[in-house]
């Protein structure tokens, strides 16, 4: 498996701001350790495949899956 993180490179402006475990949240997540996905309505748990702490929200459109099935 490629890790495709290792390849990308940032630019300026280009920035993730990651949630805790903890945290209210709403919405969908992966985990910022393993890419662990979480659907939250309350607060964000502790991953429950690496226990880590840090959620990167999900990026997300209503075309989603219909872009995927294209």
Do not use: K, Q
Request: glycine letters at 12%; aromatic letters at 10%.
């Amino acid at each position: 498996m490629v890790d495709e993180a290792s390849h990308s490179t940032l630019t300026e402006g280009d920035y993730v701001e990651f949630a805790v475990a903890g945290a209210a949240a709403r919405g969908e997540y992966h985990c910022a350790g393993c890419g662990y996905g979480v659907t939250v309505h309350a607060r964000l748990p502790s991953c429950p495949m690496c226990a880590g702490t840090r959620w990167e929200p999900a990026d997300w459109s209503p075309f989603t899956r219909a872009r995927a099935g294209i």
